[in-house]
């Protein structure tokens, strides 16, 4: 009896020990691809990451979901661009865009909008207290904020709702590259955020503003770097999941029956995307969020 409980004891240590290796290598692999001359996306456990290379430095766009990954990315960008970071942006408030903050300098410039700063004291606060506080966004805004480093030209922007009610898109001017966060998703099905203001209907109307900027090569928040058709192709995406909304508001489905009647063809591809055990984004997940805004809606309008 003994035996058998020393080698189940033994087993289970075993297990934990390749499980924590499993995460710990998950959490420092990083991939970098090569958009443009000066251009870079980081990816990996987590949203993508954009850097960008100047004369003076570094700008960086999120920095993933652990301490541990920004202190690796940052590495990554500095030996990248032959110089120091300078500016973080955050393009909204979600952990696997933020919480590797903490591997940058307190008092290191870091843009946010408004709202993506009062989520993170909110929906985050937590995490954010104490001497984490010291790398929250300091350089908030509500409508675009320009930065000018090194002969290049960063500009973040607020078009309105989709993900959340905060989400910024960075527009590296010169290279043409654009570094659009969650408000795209490509070849996965989105998180709608309808607790912190995300909105499917207004996705949509964003969407038609960030296509009005100029750029050739889009950094989706999760996913493969994209063009102007595949941020195009996640919009008629969107166009279709709210017409499943639209439907089950006006005929008085209930959820289960959406889930069953929903037609959807725009995601034909899409993958899911998620943590086992913990949360999973899928089809079932994306026509809930839709059927909860849309009949929310027909309701304050009867």
Do not use: C
């Not at 080698?7 to 995460?23: R, T, Y």
């Amino acid at each position: 009896m003994r035996r058998t409980l020393g080698w189940g004891f033994i087993v289970v240590l075993v297990s934990a020990s390749v499980g924590a290796i499993w995460i710990y290598q998950q959490i420092t692999a990083l991939r970098t691809e090569r958009v443009t001359d000066d251009v870079y996306v980081i990816s990996g456990l987590g949203g993508n990451v954009g850097v960008l290379r100047s004369d003076q430095g570094a700008v960086v766009v999120d920095t993933m979901t652990f301490r541990l990954q920004g202190e690796a990315l940052r590495e990554r960008a500095e030996a990248l661009v032959g110089g120091p970071v300078q500016y973080v942006l955050n393009t909204h408030y979600h952990l696997d865009h933020t919480h590797g903050n903490l591997a940058f300098a307190a008092g290191l410039p870091v843009i946010a909008t408004e709202r993506t700063r009062e989520l993170m004291l909110s929906h985050d606060a937590k995490y954010w207290s104490g001497t984490n506080g010291a790398h929250l966004p300091n350089e908030t805004f509500r409508e675009s904020h320009e930065v000018q480093i090194g002969g290049k030209t960063v500009r973040a922007l607020f078009l309105g709702p989709g993900h959340t009610g905060g989400d910024l898109v960075v527009l590296f001017v010169e290279d043409r590259v654009l570094h659009a966060g969650d408000l795209l998703f490509r070849l996965y099905y989105p998180y709608i955020d309808l607790a912190a203001g995300g909105t499917v209907r207004g996705w949509i109307d964003t969407l038609d503003r960030v296509l009005e900027l100029e750029f050739d090569r889009v950094i989706p928040g999760h996913g493969p770097v994209t063009d102007r058709e595949g941020l195009l192709q996640f919009q008629r995406f969107l166009r279709e999941l709210w017409q499943v909304g639209e439907r089950a508001a006006a005929e008085g489905w209930s959820l289960e029956e959406t889930l069953s009647r929903a037609e959807l063809h725009e995601d034909e591809g899409y993958r899911e995307l998620g943590i086992p055990v913990i949360f999973r984004l899928d089809r079932d997940f994306v026509v809930q969020k839709v059927w909860e805004e849309a009949t929310a809606e027909g309701g304050r309008l009867q």
